[in-house]
């Protein structure tokens, strides 16, 4: 397991610090292949967690067993909501994105505070 986190988790800058920390965590790991789908995840829950989660917490990667795990964490404890944007909407279809690269994907929210986007981009 590696963890992320930005100093400034509402600056637009920490989507691309995320896909950054894709990059140099897959490669040792012997996973560049997943890269870019990974990339696409992460961009999209790191992004949500901005927009809707007041900022991204963490980010981490958990590595096993042929799976690859994404998991955000973020301050707000709503549930994530996949919208169904007409064809001019500008925003509305990360989720749909992360539910098309993924096998499974949710949300966990901890006792303490905030909760936890996930998604498995391999099985």
Not at 25 to 33: D, I, N, Q
Not at 40 to 52: F, I, K
Not at 105 to 121: E, T
């Amino acid at each position: 397991m590696f963890s992320f986190r930005t100093d400034d988790a509402q600056a637009p800058a920490c989507v691309a610090a995320a896909r950054r920390f894709v990059d140099r965590t897959l490669g040792p790991w012997g996973a560049a292949e997943q890269a870019f789908d990974t990339q696409l995840v992460v961009s999209e829950l790191v992004t949500n967690a901005m927009r809707h989660g007041g900022g991204a917490g963490l980010l981490r990667l958990l590595g096993g067993g042929g799976r690859l795990v994404c998991v955000v964490s973020d301050h707000n404890r709503a549930t994530p909501v996949s919208a169904t944007p007409d064809t001019f909407s500008e925003y509305g279809r990360g989720l749909h994105l992360v539910d098309a690269l993924c096998s499974a994907w949710g949300w966990l929210v901890p006792r303490d505070s905030g909760k936890l986007v996930w998604a498995i981009v391999s099985d």
